[in-house]
Nanobody, 125 residues
């Protein structure tokens, strides 16, 4: 059974940093790209970023470019989302996802096959 578990969400002040983790189990982690999305109350789920199975290819949403960094440790079946210079508008539930499709499909929710339950990030002004 495939399982993705996010952790690291917290309440942080604007300008601060957080690192989210996503631990995967039940599949061959190195065969899948990993993505991060977020969803604020009343809004659609938004692409944050993605990283290829090898870690060599990355893509980011426009609202987080230059502030967020995605990485993965294939020895630990874990992906990380380092978030710096946080803003109140970054407040959302953050979700990780796994999929076998290429970067052309990363920005859409339907491009991913497995999802975690989410972790809450709140950025205070």
């Amino acid at each position: 059974q495939v399982q993705l578990v996010e952790s690291g969400g917290d309440l942080v002040q604007a300008g601060g940093s957080l690192r989210l983790s996503c631990a995967a189990s039940g599949l061959t982690f190195t065969s899948y790209a990993m993505g991060w999305f977020r969803q604020a109350p009343g809004k659609e789920r938004e692409f944050v970023g993605g990283i290829s199975a090898t870690g060599l290819n990355k893509s980011y949403g426009d609202s987080v470019k230059g502030r967020f960094t995605i990485s993965r440790d294939n020895t630990k079946n874990t992906s990380y989302l380092q978030m710096n210079s946080l803003k109140p508008e970054d407040t959302a539930d953050y979700y990780c996802a796994l999929g076998f499709r290429g970067v052309a499909y990363w920005r859409t929710v339907s491009g991913w096959d497995y999802w975690g339950q989410g972790t809450q990030v709140t950025v205070s002004a």
